[in-house]
Protein backbone atom coordinates (compact mmCIF):
# COMPACT_ATOMS: atom_id res chain seq x y z
CA UNK A 1 0.00 0.00 0.00
CA UNK A 2 1.93 2.73 -1.16
CA UNK A 3 -1.02 5.56 -1.83
CA UNK A 4 -2.10 5.75 1.62
CA UNK A 5 -0.57 9.41 2.17
CA UNK A 6 -3.32 11.17 4.25
CA UNK A 7 -3.53 8.20 6.40
CA UNK A 8 0.87 8.74 6.49
CA UNK A 9 0.64 11.62 7.32
CA UNK A 10 -2.05 11.50 10.26
CA UNK A 11 0.05 8.86 11.74
CA UNK A 12 2.87 11.31 11.59
CA UNK A 13 1.00 13.59 13.94
CA UNK A 14 -0.44 11.42 16.40
CA UNK A 15 3.60 10.12 16.69
CA UNK A 16 4.08 13.62 18.07
CA UNK A 17 2.27 13.27 20.72
CA UNK A 18 3.62 12.50 24.31
CA UNK A 19 3.76 8.74 24.85
CA UNK A 20 2.33 7.93 21.62
CA UNK A 21 4.60 5.36 19.59
CA UNK A 22 4.00 4.18 15.88
CA UNK A 23 2.29 1.66 17.08
CA UNK A 24 -0.17 2.88 18.60
CA UNK A 25 -0.75 6.34 15.95
CA UNK A 26 -1.38 3.44 13.83
CA UNK A 27 -3.98 2.07 15.53
CA UNK A 28 -5.50 5.51 16.56
CA UNK A 29 -5.52 6.90 12.99
CA UNK A 30 -7.19 3.52 11.58
CA UNK A 31 -10.04 3.98 14.41
CA UNK A 32 -10.33 7.60 13.59
CA UNK A 33 -10.49 7.47 9.77
CA UNK A 34 -12.88 4.27 10.50
CA UNK A 35 -15.14 5.74 13.01
CA UNK A 36 -18.91 6.52 12.10
CA UNK A 37 -19.56 9.53 14.51
CA UNK A 38 -17.33 11.98 12.86
CA UNK A 39 -14.49 11.38 14.90
CA UNK A 40 -11.95 13.04 13.03
CA UNK A 41 -13.72 16.38 12.76
CA UNK A 42 -14.15 16.11 16.61
CA UNK A 43 -11.34 15.72 17.42
CA UNK A 44 -9.84 18.05 14.85
CA UNK A 45 -11.94 20.67 15.73
CA UNK A 46 -11.73 20.34 19.43
CA UNK A 47 -7.69 20.96 18.74
CA UNK A 48 -8.40 23.95 16.70
CA UNK A 49 -10.61 25.44 19.38
CA UNK A 50 -8.79 24.72 22.31
CA UNK A 51 -5.33 26.64 20.13
CA UNK A 52 -7.48 29.40 19.33
CA UNK A 53 -9.05 29.73 22.76
CA UNK A 54 -6.36 28.41 25.14
CA UNK A 55 -2.98 30.26 26.20
CA UNK A 56 -0.70 31.30 29.27
CA UNK A 57 -1.73 32.96 32.16
CA UNK A 58 0.64 36.53 31.58
CA UNK A 59 1.03 36.48 35.51
CA UNK A 60 1.96 32.52 36.55
CA UNK A 61 2.69 31.21 33.30
CA UNK A 62 -0.10 28.42 34.03
CA UNK A 63 -2.74 27.96 30.99
CA UNK A 64 -6.09 30.18 30.97
CA UNK A 65 -8.24 31.02 28.25
CA UNK A 66 -6.91 33.82 26.53
CA UNK A 67 -10.01 35.92 26.99
CA UNK A 68 -9.10 35.63 30.84
CA UNK A 69 -6.04 37.18 31.64
CA UNK A 70 -4.76 37.04 34.33
CA UNK A 71 -5.83 33.49 34.88
CA UNK A 72 -9.06 32.28 37.40
CA UNK A 73 -6.29 31.82 39.75
CA UNK A 74 -3.86 34.74 39.94
CA UNK A 75 -7.24 36.75 40.05
CA UNK A 76 -9.12 35.35 43.02
CA UNK A 77 -8.65 37.25 45.87
CA UNK A 78 -9.46 34.69 48.38
CA UNK A 79 -5.90 33.15 46.98
CA UNK A 80 -3.45 35.85 48.48
CA UNK A 81 -2.78 34.20 51.15
CA UNK A 82 1.04 34.85 51.28
CA UNK A 83 2.02 31.68 49.68
CA UNK A 84 3.24 30.97 46.25
CA UNK A 85 3.99 27.55 44.68
CA UNK A 86 6.81 27.16 42.41
CA UNK A 87 6.36 24.11 39.40
CA UNK A 88 7.77 23.42 36.46
CA UNK A 89 4.89 23.24 34.01
CA UNK A 90 1.07 24.66 33.72
CA UNK A 91 -0.01 21.18 34.18
CA UNK A 92 1.73 20.82 37.61
CA UNK A 93 -1.27 23.57 38.59
CA UNK A 94 -3.81 21.57 37.62
CA UNK A 95 -2.44 18.37 39.24
CA UNK A 96 -2.13 20.46 42.75
CA UNK A 97 -5.10 22.28 42.06
CA UNK A 98 -7.17 18.88 41.89
CA UNK A 99 -5.58 18.10 45.31
CA UNK A 100 -7.31 21.00 46.69
CA UNK A 101 -4.90 21.37 49.54
CA UNK A 102 -3.08 24.38 48.68
CA UNK A 103 -5.21 27.62 48.06
CA UNK A 104 -2.37 30.08 47.38
CA UNK A 105 -0.87 31.49 44.22
CA UNK A 106 0.97 29.79 41.83
CA UNK A 107 3.87 30.10 39.44
CA UNK A 108 5.62 28.28 36.32
CA UNK A 109 8.88 27.94 35.62
CA UNK A 110 8.85 26.71 32.54
CA UNK A 111 10.94 23.54 33.21
CA UNK A 112 14.47 22.57 34.98
CA UNK A 113 17.51 23.58 34.96
CA UNK A 114 19.03 21.11 32.37
CA UNK A 115 22.49 21.35 30.77
CA UNK A 116 21.39 18.58 28.17
CA UNK A 117 18.52 19.64 26.78
CA UNK A 118 20.38 23.22 26.86
CA UNK A 119 18.62 24.69 29.63
CA UNK A 120 19.68 27.99 31.44
CA UNK A 121 18.76 30.16 33.97
CA UNK A 122 17.60 32.49 31.17
CA UNK A 123 15.07 30.06 29.91
CA UNK A 124 13.17 29.76 33.21
CA UNK A 125 10.76 32.25 35.05
CA UNK A 126 12.65 33.15 37.74
CA UNK A 127 13.17 37.34 37.00
CA UNK A 128 8.81 37.07 37.23
CA UNK A 129 8.88 35.23 40.09
CA UNK A 130 11.51 37.48 41.93
CA UNK A 131 9.04 40.56 40.28
CA UNK A 132 5.98 39.31 41.91
CA UNK A 133 7.37 38.56 45.43
CA UNK A 134 6.51 42.47 46.66
CA UNK A 135 3.72 43.53 45.14
CA UNK A 136 1.66 40.24 46.02
CA UNK A 137 3.08 40.21 49.66
CA UNK A 138 4.28 37.09 49.53
CA UNK A 139 5.77 35.36 52.50
CA UNK A 140 6.56 32.35 51.57
CA UNK A 141 7.59 30.28 48.56
CA UNK A 142 7.01 26.47 48.43
CA UNK A 143 9.17 24.97 45.95
CA UNK A 144 7.19 21.74 43.85
CA UNK A 145 9.77 20.37 41.75
CA UNK A 146 10.41 16.74 41.10
CA UNK A 147 13.43 14.80 43.09
CA UNK A 148 15.22 13.96 39.92
CA UNK A 149 18.75 15.56 39.79
CA UNK A 150 18.05 18.28 37.82
CA UNK A 151 15.49 19.57 39.72
CA UNK A 152 17.70 19.21 42.69
CA UNK A 153 19.95 21.39 40.99
CA UNK A 154 17.28 23.82 40.30
CA UNK A 155 15.53 23.69 43.62
CA UNK A 156 19.18 24.37 45.05
CA UNK A 157 19.65 27.26 42.54
CA UNK A 158 15.95 28.62 43.67
CA UNK A 159 16.94 28.24 47.03
CA UNK A 160 19.80 30.72 46.64
CA UNK A 161 18.65 33.36 44.74
CA UNK A 162 15.97 33.52 47.05
CA UNK A 163 17.79 33.35 50.08
CA UNK A 164 18.75 37.13 50.08
CA UNK A 165 14.68 38.15 49.80
CA UNK A 166 12.57 38.35 52.61
CA UNK A 167 10.31 35.28 52.40
CA UNK A 168 10.51 31.55 53.16
CA UNK A 169 10.91 28.94 51.28
CA UNK A 170 10.30 25.38 51.81
CA UNK A 171 9.75 22.80 49.42
CA UNK A 172 7.76 19.59 48.89
CA UNK A 173 8.15 16.83 51.50
CA UNK A 174 9.86 13.26 51.05
CA UNK A 175 8.27 10.42 52.13
CA UNK A 176 6.70 7.37 51.07
CA UNK A 177 3.86 7.86 48.35
CA UNK A 178 0.46 7.37 50.00
CA UNK A 179 -1.22 3.90 49.49
CA UNK A 180 2.52 2.58 48.97
CA UNK A 181 4.07 -0.71 50.89
CA UNK A 182 8.08 -0.50 52.63
CA UNK A 183 8.64 -3.50 50.25
CA UNK A 184 8.08 -1.04 47.36
CA UNK A 185 10.18 1.85 48.41
CA UNK A 186 13.57 2.31 46.80
CA UNK A 187 16.43 2.71 49.09
CA UNK A 188 16.66 6.80 49.07
CA UNK A 189 13.19 7.28 48.94
CA UNK A 190 13.47 5.42 52.53
CA UNK A 191 16.02 6.95 54.09
CA UNK A 192 14.54 10.52 53.38
CA UNK A 193 11.31 8.82 54.84
CA UNK A 194 13.27 8.47 57.90
CA UNK A 195 14.91 11.94 57.81
CA UNK A 196 11.87 13.40 57.47
CA UNK A 197 9.88 11.03 60.19
CA UNK A 198 7.27 12.83 62.48
CA UNK A 199 6.58 12.75 65.50
CA UNK A 200 2.90 11.21 66.64
CA UNK B 1 -10.19 25.47 37.51
CA UNK B 2 -13.63 25.86 36.31
CA UNK B 3 -13.54 27.31 33.24
CA UNK B 4 -10.64 25.53 30.59
CA UNK B 5 -13.76 24.72 28.69
CA UNK B 6 -11.74 24.22 25.42
CA UNK B 7 -8.98 22.13 27.51
CA UNK B 8 -11.37 20.44 28.81
CA UNK B 9 -13.34 19.44 25.45
CA UNK B 10 -10.17 18.71 24.23
CA UNK B 11 -9.50 16.09 26.57
CA UNK B 12 -12.35 14.66 26.05
CA UNK B 13 -11.97 14.35 22.26
CA UNK B 14 -8.57 12.64 22.81
CA UNK B 15 -9.90 10.63 25.52
CA UNK B 16 -12.02 8.55 22.33
CA UNK B 17 -8.87 7.25 20.47
CA UNK B 18 -8.16 3.50 20.81
CA UNK B 19 -6.24 2.77 24.14
CA UNK B 20 -6.07 6.39 25.88
CA UNK B 21 -7.25 7.25 29.12
CA UNK B 22 -8.27 10.17 30.87
CA UNK B 23 -4.58 11.01 32.27
CA UNK B 24 -2.77 10.05 28.91
CA UNK B 25 -5.66 12.68 27.28
CA UNK B 26 -4.48 15.07 30.37
CA UNK B 27 -1.23 14.88 29.34
CA UNK B 28 -1.67 15.14 25.23
CA UNK B 29 -3.82 17.83 25.78
CA UNK B 30 -1.85 19.77 28.03
CA UNK B 31 1.16 19.25 25.49
CA UNK B 32 -0.88 20.41 22.28
CA UNK B 33 -1.93 23.41 23.66
CA UNK B 34 1.68 24.27 24.97
CA UNK B 35 3.49 23.04 21.43
CA UNK B 36 4.95 25.93 20.05
CA UNK B 37 5.59 24.36 17.10
CA UNK B 38 1.84 24.61 16.01
CA UNK B 39 0.80 20.74 16.77
CA UNK B 40 -2.66 21.20 17.55
CA UNK B 41 -2.83 23.07 14.25
CA UNK B 42 -0.69 20.35 12.06
CA UNK B 43 -2.67 17.80 14.18
CA UNK B 44 -6.52 19.16 13.26
CA UNK B 45 -5.00 19.32 9.39
CA UNK B 46 -3.89 16.34 9.17
CA UNK B 47 -6.94 14.77 10.55
CA UNK B 48 -9.27 16.52 8.28
CA UNK B 49 -7.55 15.49 5.52
CA UNK B 50 -7.98 12.23 6.26
CA UNK B 51 -11.29 12.18 7.27
CA UNK B 52 -11.93 13.70 3.70
CA UNK B 53 -9.80 11.93 1.32
CA UNK B 54 -9.43 7.94 3.37
CA UNK B 55 -12.42 5.81 2.81
CA UNK B 56 -13.26 2.34 2.10
CA UNK B 57 -12.80 0.11 -0.88
CA UNK B 58 -16.07 -0.38 -2.43
CA UNK B 59 -14.37 -3.91 -3.49
CA UNK B 60 -12.52 -5.21 -0.47
CA UNK B 61 -13.62 -2.65 2.09
CA UNK B 62 -10.46 -2.17 2.83
CA UNK B 63 -8.73 1.77 3.40
CA UNK B 64 -8.16 3.71 0.56
CA UNK B 65 -7.97 7.09 -0.71
CA UNK B 66 -11.21 7.68 -2.19
CA UNK B 67 -10.45 8.73 -5.36
CA UNK B 68 -8.65 5.62 -6.17
CA UNK B 69 -11.40 3.52 -5.79
CA UNK B 70 -11.47 0.09 -6.11
CA UNK B 71 -8.19 0.47 -4.09
CA UNK B 72 -4.92 -0.20 -5.00
CA UNK B 73 -4.75 -3.81 -4.03
CA UNK B 74 -7.53 -4.42 -5.76
CA UNK B 75 -6.90 -3.18 -9.10
CA UNK B 76 -3.34 -4.36 -9.60
CA UNK B 77 -4.12 -7.51 -11.80
CA UNK B 78 -0.98 -9.30 -10.59
CA UNK B 79 -3.08 -10.26 -7.13
CA UNK B 80 -5.45 -11.82 -9.31
CA UNK B 81 -3.99 -15.23 -8.04
CA UNK B 82 -6.96 -16.99 -6.84
CA UNK B 83 -6.70 -16.58 -3.21
CA UNK B 84 -8.62 -14.31 -0.87
CA UNK B 85 -7.50 -13.32 2.62
CA UNK B 86 -10.56 -12.70 4.59
CA UNK B 87 -9.55 -10.44 7.59
CA UNK B 88 -11.94 -8.58 10.00
CA UNK B 89 -11.06 -5.17 9.96
CA UNK B 90 -9.04 -2.99 7.19
CA UNK B 91 -5.92 -2.22 9.45
CA UNK B 92 -5.40 -6.21 9.49
CA UNK B 93 -5.02 -6.09 5.45
CA UNK B 94 -2.20 -3.13 6.37
CA UNK B 95 -0.86 -5.64 8.86
CA UNK B 96 -0.99 -9.12 6.83
CA UNK B 97 0.33 -6.77 3.66
CA UNK B 98 3.80 -5.59 5.34
CA UNK B 99 4.67 -8.88 6.01
CA UNK B 100 5.10 -9.50 1.99
CA UNK B 101 4.18 -12.80 2.74
CA UNK B 102 0.63 -12.46 0.54
CA UNK B 103 0.03 -11.78 -2.69
CA UNK B 104 -3.66 -12.44 -3.31
CA UNK B 105 -6.75 -10.34 -2.82
CA UNK B 106 -7.94 -9.44 0.74
CA UNK B 107 -11.99 -9.20 1.89
CA UNK B 108 -13.05 -7.09 5.36
CA UNK B 109 -15.53 -8.72 7.26
CA UNK B 110 -16.10 -6.12 9.54
CA UNK B 111 -15.77 -7.59 12.79
CA UNK B 112 -16.89 -10.93 13.96
CA UNK B 113 -20.05 -12.84 15.43
CA UNK B 114 -20.59 -10.84 18.48
CA UNK B 115 -23.60 -11.73 20.31
CA UNK B 116 -22.45 -9.42 23.01
CA UNK B 117 -21.51 -6.71 20.75
CA UNK B 118 -24.95 -7.23 18.82
CA UNK B 119 -22.73 -8.63 15.98
CA UNK B 120 -24.40 -10.95 13.59
CA UNK B 121 -24.37 -12.53 10.27
CA UNK B 122 -26.44 -9.47 8.33
CA UNK B 123 -23.69 -7.07 10.00
CA UNK B 124 -20.79 -8.84 8.39
CA UNK B 125 -19.61 -8.37 4.70
CA UNK B 126 -20.64 -12.12 3.95
CA UNK B 127 -22.44 -11.65 0.90
CA UNK B 128 -19.65 -9.31 -0.59
CA UNK B 129 -17.26 -11.90 0.00
CA UNK B 130 -19.73 -14.90 -1.69
CA UNK B 131 -20.38 -12.03 -4.89
CA UNK B 132 -16.91 -11.98 -5.07
CA UNK B 133 -15.72 -15.82 -5.78
CA UNK B 134 -16.78 -16.39 -9.41
CA UNK B 135 -15.87 -13.28 -10.77
CA UNK B 136 -12.53 -12.94 -9.44
CA UNK B 137 -12.29 -17.01 -9.99
CA UNK B 138 -11.35 -17.68 -6.23
CA UNK B 139 -10.13 -20.90 -5.78
CA UNK B 140 -8.84 -20.65 -1.90
CA UNK B 141 -10.17 -18.58 0.89
CA UNK B 142 -7.29 -18.18 3.63
CA UNK B 143 -9.59 -17.07 6.44
CA UNK B 144 -7.12 -15.09 8.88
CA UNK B 145 -9.33 -14.24 12.04
CA UNK B 146 -8.09 -14.11 15.60
CA UNK B 147 -8.17 -17.04 18.20
CA UNK B 148 -10.85 -15.87 20.42
CA UNK B 149 -13.75 -17.89 21.29
CA UNK B 150 -16.17 -15.18 18.99
CA UNK B 151 -13.48 -15.37 15.83
CA UNK B 152 -13.57 -19.24 16.35
CA UNK B 153 -17.22 -19.38 15.83
CA UNK B 154 -16.79 -16.87 12.94
CA UNK B 155 -14.80 -19.15 11.15
CA UNK B 156 -17.02 -22.57 11.37
CA UNK B 157 -19.69 -20.03 10.17
CA UNK B 158 -17.77 -18.71 7.17
CA UNK B 159 -16.29 -22.12 6.50
CA UNK B 160 -20.23 -23.80 6.71
CA UNK B 161 -20.83 -21.08 4.36
CA UNK B 162 -18.22 -21.66 1.87
CA UNK B 163 -18.53 -25.56 2.25
CA UNK B 164 -21.07 -25.04 -0.87
CA UNK B 165 -18.83 -23.14 -3.14
CA UNK B 166 -16.42 -24.49 -5.17
CA UNK B 167 -13.50 -23.18 -3.00
CA UNK B 168 -10.66 -24.61 -0.33
CA UNK B 169 -11.33 -22.93 2.53
CA UNK B 170 -8.11 -23.00 5.13
CA UNK B 171 -7.27 -20.44 7.83
CA UNK B 172 -4.29 -19.35 9.62
CA UNK B 173 -1.83 -21.84 11.01
CA UNK B 174 -1.79 -21.89 14.64
CA UNK B 175 1.10 -22.38 16.83
CA UNK B 176 3.79 -20.57 19.18
CA UNK B 177 4.52 -17.26 18.30
CA UNK B 178 8.21 -16.78 16.78
CA UNK B 179 10.44 -15.04 19.14
CA UNK B 180 8.78 -16.89 21.59
CA UNK B 181 9.56 -19.85 24.13
CA UNK B 182 7.84 -22.69 25.34
CA UNK B 183 8.11 -21.35 28.82
CA UNK B 184 5.95 -18.58 28.11
CA UNK B 185 3.50 -20.47 25.50
CA UNK B 186 -0.16 -21.14 27.08
CA UNK B 187 -1.75 -24.69 27.36
CA UNK B 188 -3.91 -24.28 24.87
CA UNK B 189 -1.00 -22.85 22.27
CA UNK B 190 0.63 -25.76 23.02
CA UNK B 191 -1.93 -28.00 22.17
CA UNK B 192 -2.20 -26.79 18.97
CA UNK B 193 1.17 -26.48 18.11
CA UNK B 194 1.55 -29.74 18.86
CA UNK B 195 -1.52 -30.87 16.60
CA UNK B 196 -0.12 -28.71 14.02
CA UNK B 197 3.09 -30.38 14.28
CA UNK B 198 5.56 -30.26 11.02
CA UNK B 199 7.99 -32.95 9.73
CA UNK B 200 11.22 -31.64 8.83
Redesign the interface.
Known sequence: ???????D??V???E?????GKR?A?????????SRDG????????????????GNCSCCGG???TK?NPC??CSDGQRATGLICVVE???D??KI?KTHGFKGRYHVLGGHLSPALGKSVADLRVNELLSRLQPEGIQEVIIALGTDVESEATVSYLADVLSSRKVKVSRLAFGLPSGSAIEYADATTLQRAIEGRQLL
Do not use: C, F, W
Open positions: MKHLLPLDLAALKLPGISERMALAVVQLARKLAHALLAADEQVITVEELSPGILD
